[in-house]
């Protein structure tokens, strides 16, 4: 693969993992994360607390000071990811030892995707609906480090697509409890009623599956299966703004939701990463041959 077409495989994965880690740490700054989901948890913690201090469980959820220390415990790891968020700018430019904080971000965000888990009362499907996401910055750390774009890389992208369409079709398809605010968004953005949605939902929610194993069969049938990922990942991206904007309540509206789809870029730009590798991959192929 030319040097060209590997810098623009490596932007769309390097502009992935940017957003991700700021979309987290606008949520983390900001707002709020799901620590408490684990510090507030009674069976863990009456466990956990001897280990550090004498503080009663009871204690631990009433004091303010806790809580205060909670909360900028949150805002610590937003700005730890603003670092990371900067790494992967600079990744070229700075010490390469400091590349590897990526993995470190990329733990946090696994990290951050078991509490969402747990808050679901382990619905594993919601761990691994964030795999584009803290599989952003391993694959661009696998990028720079290897500064070509391989078959094995590519596998792992198609295998992080997969799972992550699985996981938001088994809510899509009700397996899961399915969030209310699915069916709000369609009933919203198409103007259908509560059936409809709820109809158009198991519709995506089957196609999601056909998608997970369509990404893999090689050829035409393949790479359109990849356009339409980049198409759904936008558009559930996206999702998150238009369904819930009101424009005599833009500010909060943009405050509440941008960084929900700024952290979902990645649901699109990785399926656009690897259609752009089979695409110029074949372009290659359709040269040499009438070279020859």
């Not at 730890?80 to 470190?104: D, M, Q, S």
């Not at 939902?201 to 997970?212: R, S, Y």
């Not at 049938?221 to 998150?240: C, E, P």
């Amino acid at each position: 693969m030319s040097s060209k077409r590997f810098q623009h495989i490596f932007l769309l994965v390097q502009l992935a993992t940017i957003s991700v880690f700021l979309g987290r740490a606008w949520q983390h700054i900001i707002w709020d994360a799901p620590f408490r989901t684990f510090l507030w948890d009674e069976s863990w913690m009456t466990t956990i607390l001897p280990w550090f201090c004498n503080i009663s469980y009871e204690d631990f959820i009433t004091s303010p000071e806790m809580d205060d220390a909670i909360q900028n415990t949150i805002k610590a790891n937003g700005w730890f990811y603003v670092g990371c968020a900067l790494i992967a700018i600079f990744i070229k430019r700075i010490p390469r030892v400091l590349t590897y904080i990526l993995w470190l971000g990329a733990a946090s965000l696994i990290f951050l995707s078991f509490l969402y888990c747990k808050e679901k009362f382990f619905q594993w499907g919601q761990f691994w609906e964030y795999s584009l996401q803290f599989g952003s910055p391993i694959f661009l750390f696998y990028l720079w480090k290897k500064q070509e774009v391989d078959d094995r890389l590519i596998l792992f992208m198609k295998i992080a697509i997969a799972i992550t369409f699985i996981s938001h079709g088994l809510y899509a398809l009700n397996y899961y409890p399915r969030p209310g605010h699915f069916t709000e968004m369609v009933m919203t953005i198409l103007g259908v009623n509560e059936s409809t949605a709820i109809l158009f939902l198991n519709f995506a929610g089957i196609l999601d599956f056909v998608i997970a194993i369509g990404i893999f069969i090689k050829g035409k049938v393949g790479r359109w299966v990849l356009l339409y990922t980049i198409f759904w990942g936008l558009a559930t991206t996206m999702a998150r703004i238009v369904g819930h904007f009101y424009l005599d309540m833009m500010e909060d509206t943009l405050m509440m939701w941008v960084h929900e789809a700024v952290y979902r870029t990645p649901h699109f730009l990785i399926p656009l990463a690897v259609y752009y590798f089979y695409l110029s991959l074949n372009k290659s192929r359709s040269l040499n041959q009438a070279k020859i």
